[in-house]
């Protein structure tokens, strides 16, 4: 499939922005006090550990029904808790890639996601706005929880990955 350079480059600022994402929530990761991954908004509700791993889990599921042949092994539960921060962040950073080779691999070759989404690029979209979602919970569980992030640490951290030029 032939793309022009205004395509291309299309295609890179989309990327860029999941890139961006993966490191907003990974910064957000890291943000947040050890003592705070078992927080929970409610009794009954995920833990702040066990979204991030949702996160991540949603992430392959996708792969594995839009794009098979990028698939990377799932975990054992979608709603697992791992409390070790440097795995928790190569996780992340492994399913972020997974998801950015589906779509430049799909988009390569021309071919349609087999499950879910009208265009490759609505994978991107669904994932960015689902993980928006999720991160907005968080913030709200450690805010419940009396341990809030306020926004000049959240900032630059999260608006500014947005907003600043490379």
Do not use: C
């Amino acid at each position: 499939m032939q793309t022009s350079v205004a395509e291309s480059h299309l295609l890179d600022a989309l990327i860029d922005s999941w890139d961006r994402n993966n490191r907003i929530v990974v910064n957000l990761l890291k943000m947040i006090r050890e003592e705070d991954l078992d927080a929970r908004p409610v009794e009954g509700s995920p833990t702040i550990a066990e979204l991030f791993m949702h996160l991540h889990y949603v992430r392959l599921i996708f792969v594995v029904e839009d794009a098979g042949e990028f698939a990377r092994a799932l975990p054992p539960g979608e709603w697992q808790a791992e409390h070790d921060r440097r795995r928790m962040i190569e996780m992340l950073d492994e399913s972020a890639a997974a998801v950015r080779d589906a779509v430049r691999g799909r988009l390569a070759a021309g071919r349609p996601m087999d499950r879910h989404y009208d265009h490759q690029i609505l994978m991107l979209q669904h994932l960015i706005w689902h993980e928006g979602y999720h991160h907005g919970q968080i913030k709200l569980t450690l805010k419940l929880h009396g341990h809030p992030i306020s926004d000049e640490d959240a900032g630059p951290l999260t608006w500014s990955v947005w907003m600043k030029k490379h």
